[in-house]
Protein backbone atom coordinates (compact mmCIF):
# COMPACT_ATOMS: atom_id res chain seq x y z
CA UNK A 1 0.00 0.00 0.00
CA UNK A 2 1.34 3.42 -0.62
CA UNK A 3 0.56 6.05 1.71
CA UNK A 4 1.02 10.08 1.22
CA UNK A 5 0.49 12.50 3.57
CA UNK A 6 -0.54 16.40 3.72
CA UNK A 7 -1.51 19.18 6.25
CA UNK A 8 1.44 19.98 7.34
CA UNK A 9 2.78 23.81 8.12
CA UNK A 10 4.08 26.03 10.49
CA UNK A 11 2.07 27.44 13.13
CA UNK A 12 1.50 28.72 16.48
CA UNK A 13 1.12 27.55 19.59
CA UNK A 14 -2.31 27.11 20.63
CA UNK A 15 -3.27 26.45 16.91
CA UNK A 16 -4.94 23.57 15.36
CA UNK A 17 -4.18 21.29 11.98
CA UNK A 18 -5.41 18.36 10.24
CA UNK A 19 -3.13 16.05 8.87
CA UNK A 20 -4.70 13.73 5.99
CA UNK A 21 -2.85 10.17 5.02
CA UNK A 22 -4.21 9.22 1.60
CA UNK A 23 -3.89 5.34 0.65
CA UNK A 24 -3.65 3.60 -2.00
CA UNK A 25 -2.83 0.24 -4.30
CA UNK A 26 -4.53 -2.08 -1.49
CA UNK A 27 -8.09 -2.36 0.69
CA UNK A 28 -7.42 0.06 3.13
CA UNK A 29 -9.75 -1.08 5.51
CA UNK A 30 -7.64 -4.41 5.82
CA UNK A 31 -4.87 -1.87 7.76
CA UNK A 32 -4.50 -1.22 11.40
CA UNK A 33 -3.26 3.07 10.75
CA UNK A 34 -0.75 5.00 12.95
CA UNK A 35 0.72 8.07 13.12
CA UNK A 36 4.18 8.39 13.96
CA UNK A 37 6.42 11.41 14.56
CA UNK A 38 10.16 12.16 14.41
CA UNK A 39 12.34 15.19 15.82
CA UNK A 40 16.31 15.25 14.24
CA UNK A 41 17.70 14.23 17.48
CA UNK A 42 14.86 11.61 18.31
CA UNK A 43 14.12 8.42 17.47
CA UNK A 44 10.85 8.16 15.81
CA UNK A 45 7.74 8.09 18.34
CA UNK A 46 4.13 6.51 18.75
CA UNK A 47 1.56 9.15 18.58
CA UNK A 48 -1.91 7.62 17.50
CA UNK A 49 -3.33 4.45 16.25
CA UNK A 50 -6.96 3.41 15.14
CA UNK A 51 -8.26 0.19 14.55
CA UNK A 52 -9.33 -1.28 10.78
CA UNK A 53 -12.50 -0.05 11.78
CA UNK A 54 -12.36 2.87 13.31
CA UNK A 55 -13.80 1.90 16.44
CA UNK A 56 -10.26 1.22 18.60
CA UNK A 57 -8.17 4.18 18.72
CA UNK A 58 -4.75 4.72 21.55
CA UNK A 59 -2.67 8.29 21.90
CA UNK A 60 0.51 8.81 23.18
CA UNK A 61 0.30 10.55 26.64
CA UNK A 62 1.87 13.64 25.65
CA UNK A 63 -1.10 13.99 22.80
CA UNK A 64 -4.35 12.76 24.68
CA UNK A 65 -6.92 15.28 24.99
CA UNK A 66 -5.65 17.56 21.95
CA UNK A 67 -4.80 14.83 18.89
CA UNK A 68 -7.99 12.26 17.64
CA UNK A 69 -7.44 10.05 14.63
CA UNK A 70 -10.26 8.71 12.58
CA UNK A 71 -10.08 7.60 9.09
CA UNK A 72 -12.62 7.46 6.35
CA UNK A 73 -12.43 3.51 4.34
CA UNK A 74 -14.20 5.13 1.92
CA UNK A 75 -12.31 7.65 0.62
CA UNK A 76 -9.33 5.40 1.87
CA UNK A 77 -7.66 8.27 3.99
CA UNK A 78 -6.68 8.36 7.77
CA UNK A 79 -6.54 11.80 9.82
CA UNK A 80 -4.58 13.48 12.75
CA UNK A 81 -6.84 16.41 14.13
CA UNK A 82 -4.34 17.96 16.30
CA UNK A 83 -5.58 20.79 18.20
CA UNK A 84 -4.03 23.40 20.97
CA UNK A 85 -0.17 22.73 19.51
CA UNK A 86 2.76 23.09 21.32
CA UNK A 87 6.27 24.02 20.40
CA UNK A 88 7.20 20.24 21.46
CA UNK A 89 4.94 18.92 18.72
CA UNK A 90 7.00 20.20 16.28
CA UNK A 91 8.06 17.38 14.21
CA UNK A 92 8.12 15.04 11.01
CA UNK A 93 5.00 13.26 11.27
CA UNK A 94 4.85 9.93 9.43
CA UNK A 95 1.17 7.67 8.78
CA UNK A 96 2.15 4.53 8.92
CA UNK A 97 -0.04 0.75 7.77
CA UNK A 98 0.12 -2.30 8.94
CA UNK A 99 -0.87 -6.13 8.70
CA UNK A 100 -3.14 -7.72 11.35
CA UNK A 101 -5.28 -7.24 13.96
CA UNK A 102 -4.84 -5.31 16.70
CA UNK A 103 -3.65 -2.02 16.96
CA UNK A 104 -0.32 -1.08 18.15
CA UNK A 105 2.19 1.63 19.33
CA UNK A 106 5.10 -0.31 18.06
CA UNK A 107 6.46 0.94 15.11
CA UNK A 108 8.08 -2.17 14.21
CA UNK A 109 4.81 -3.44 13.64
CA UNK A 110 4.00 -1.62 10.90
CA UNK A 111 5.00 -2.43 7.10
CA UNK A 112 4.44 0.41 4.96
CA UNK A 113 5.05 3.96 5.66
CA UNK A 114 4.00 7.45 4.10
CA UNK A 115 7.08 10.44 3.09
CA UNK A 116 6.61 12.66 6.12
CA UNK A 117 5.50 16.12 6.25
CA UNK A 118 6.78 18.67 8.72
CA UNK A 119 4.23 20.43 11.47
CA UNK A 120 6.50 23.28 13.10
CA UNK A 121 4.76 25.16 16.18
CA UNK A 122 6.77 28.48 17.13
CA UNK A 123 5.69 29.48 20.47
Known amino acids: VHLVESGGGLVQAGDSLRLSCAAS????????MGWFRQTPNNEREFVST????????AYADSVKGRFTIFRDNAQNTVYLQMNNLKSEDTAVYYC?????????????????WGQGTQVTVSS
Open 96 to 112: AAADGVSTSTNSARYNY
Open 25 to 32: GRTFSDYI
Open 50 to 57: ISRSGVYT
